[in-house]
């Protein structure tokens, strides 16, 4: 019993290491059924059965965590011995139980691996995170609701109007305007689409895994590195990097914001010893995107495929003044429903569930992401949410060591949205917008 006990904990706590393990350990071929009428099926080869444990993590820390500091990759080699037959196992096992001990043993070396993985960063913000910050142009209560939530998690917060790419309120300029960091789980936002575009698969199509199947809802809501990691192999790395940069991965996506820096997409696929393009498809490696990137990707899905120049006015008479600057129009809307039932399921039952200990009164809908890179873990969580008066977009973005991870920032969303709530934000928006009048129409830049 106790050795069973240990072989669960293993699976919970490292289920993204056996994700890599289940890469390496390929033995037999599957059939993946997508949308596409011309293509009935793809195949590829089966990882063994007893890594299905993988999906059911227990915990949104876990689900959402595919921590790795890069030395993860080990597990690769691992798993390589046990296909190649330099681990035995006990002859009277069946197949699936030689495939289980398999499992146990690399998620037991996985466990001592990750248990030295030391963090070097503070989690906790010194002194007044927003200090240096240009707030003049800024929606006051909205900045003051952020710098509540945020409280002394050192980190940013970035929040957008999806109507116009205005930004509202950026606390913790100085990382906010950063080259950014890996993307983690968020990243998956871009593979979805990517696939729903291609016609590859919809909200509703089961994809075989090891040991079981799964739809995008699912995946989204669960953040299953297993499912978006065949998505990447599916795609192949051109088409992947084709949407991403299309979404605005890559590039600037300020409008002349002073002190804005790029997040990178690579130019290249990851070598296949460090995972290739499925590890940048599960969450993000060898990418940068910065918190400006994903909030306007985010915010394209909200208003159903306006990719707007986000803008930050520096003072009040800019903010007045502010004319949409369309970057591109994104053909998006038709699959946005699909991807908002995983976004709306991570927030009620998935790893963005502890948004909803602090917030209840509106639909949220938004993806985590949690890794680790060089001593300093990663925690992301974007949304948009749903108000008779309009969206609002948030990205909040956290770095430091163990407390610091994607669910926080969920929760850190919640009170967010509460803070608003509270000081009756989105009653009062509605009534200044029955009473405004446009002023001017969106126009489309050239970048």
């Known amino acids: 019993m106790k050795l069973s006990r240990v072989w669960a904990f293993g699976l919970v706590m490292f289920a993204p290491g056996l994700g890599a393990v289940g890469a390496a350990a390929l033995d037999a071929p599957r059939t993946l059924h997508h949308g596409k009428a011309s293509e009935s099926h793809l195949t590829e080869p089966h990882r ?7 999906a059911h993590v227990a915990g949104p820390a876990a689900r959402s965590a595919p921590t790795h500091a890069k030395a993860v990759h080990a597990s690769a080699a691992h798993a390589a011995a046990i296909h190649t037959g330099a ?28 248990y030295y993985e030391r963090f070097t960063a503070s989690s906790f913000a010194r002194g007044n995170i927003g200090d240096g910050d240009i707030t003049a142009g800024e929606d006051p209560l909205v900045r003051q609701a952020a710098i509540d939530a945020l409280g002394d998690m050192n980190g940013t917060a970035v929040v957008i109007d999806p109507s116009n790419g205005r930004i509202l309120a950026m606390v913790n300029q100085k990382l906010a305007l ?28 089961m994809v075989q895994l090891p040991g079981f199947r799964m739809d995008m809802t699912t995946a989204l ?35 002349n914001i002073e002190g804005e820096q790029l997040g990178v997409y690579p130019d290249r696929e990851l070598p296949a010893s ?51 600057k369309v970057k591109r129009t994104l053909d998006i809307a ?34 985590t992401g949690t890794c680790s890179d060089k001593g300093t873990r990663f925690g992301w969580f974007a949304s948009y ?7 609002l977009v948030t990205v909040f ?14 929760e850190l969303t919640g009170e967010f949205y509460k803070n608003l709530w509270d000081r009756n934000y989105f009653a009062a928006k509605g009534q200044q917008d029955s009473a405004s009048v446009p002023t001017a129409s969106s126009q489309q830049v050239q970048p």
Not at 397 to 410: I, K, N, S, V
């Open 385 to 391: 949410s749903d108000t008779p008066q309009g969206s």
């Open 274 to 324: 460090e995972g290739g393009v499925a590890r940048m498809c599960s969450f993000g490696q060898g990418v940068s995107l910065t918190p400006l990137q994903l909030g306007a990707f985010v915010a394209a899905i909200a208003n159903g495929g306006t990719l707007y120049y986000l803008q930050h006015p520096a003072t009040p008479e800019e903010a007045a003044a502010l004319e949409p």
């Open 87 to 114: 681990t035995t196992a006990p002859a009277h096992l069946t197949a699936r139980g030689q495939a289980r001990a398999g499992a146990r043993r690399v998620a037991l070396r996985s466990r001592r691996h990750h």
């Open 397 to 410: 973005f956290l770095e430091g060591g163990r407390p610091t991870f994607g669910p926080r920032a969920a």
């Open 221 to 255: 809501a669960k953040s299953n590195n297993l499912y978006f990691e065949e998505l990447g192999r599916e795609l192949g790395f051109e088409r992947v990097r084709h949407y991403a940069t299309q979404f605005g991965l890559g590039e600037l996506a300020g409008y």
């Open 334 to 367: 038709r699959y946005v429903p699909d991807l908002q039932d995983g976004m709306a399921g991570a927030v009620e039952y998935g790893t963005a569930r502890s948004l909803r200990a602090n917030f209840h009164e509106l639909p949220v809908f938004g993806k």
């Open 48 to 54: 063994a059965a007893g890594h299905r444990d993988a």
């Open 178 to 205: 950063s080259p950014g960091a890996e993307p983690c789980s968020t990243i998956k936002l871009t593979v979805a689409m990517a696939a729903l575009s291609e016609g590859l698969v919809t909200r509703d199509t």
